[in-house]
Nanobody, 124 residues
Framework: QVQLVESGGGLVQAGGSLRLSCAAS????????MGWFRQAPGKEREFVAA????????YYADSVKGRFTISRDNAKNTVYMQMNGLNPEDTAVYYC?????????????????WGQGTQVTVSS
């Protein structure tokens, strides 16, 4: 019922920045927790960041805390993630996800809808 489309990925140099966007269509995601996950080649999908329904609380993986910022604009049905100080370890496909009632906010299985992903590549 919900379609999520990520954009904003690309190739950047180490230390650079990117801003990812996740646009939702169909049912509004304003009532859902939104999260970002990433998956590097040959590795499992891992939690990056999440934001509560009204944007009052955010969660981050330790590896990105202080560098990434998740936000949402419910009027536009859009979730963002500003990524600063990127390093090669951040290279991955980044996925936007939506959860109605996640048991664990950092658990991929808790999320009901997923986007197709956007590639982020950070060169040394």
């Amino acid at each position: 019922q919900v379609q999520l489309v990520e954009s904003g990925g690309g190739l950047v140099q180490a230390g650079g920045s990117l801003r990812l966007s996740c646009a939702a269509s169909g049912r509004s995601c304003s009532s859902n927790v939104m999260g970002w996950f990433r998956q590097a080649p040959g590795k499992e999908r891992e939690f990056v960041a999440a934001i509560t329904r009204r944007g009052g609380t955010t969660y981050y993986a330790d590896s990105v805390k202080g560098r990434f910022t998740i936000s949402r604009d419910n009027a536009k049905n859009t979730v963002y993630m500003q990524m600063n100080g990127l390093n090669p370890e951040d290279t991955a496909v980044y996925y936007c996800a939506s959860a109605r009632n996640p048991r664990g906010i950092a658990t991929a299985f808790s999320y009901d809808y997923w986007g197709q992903g956007t590639q982020v590549t950070v060169s040394s």
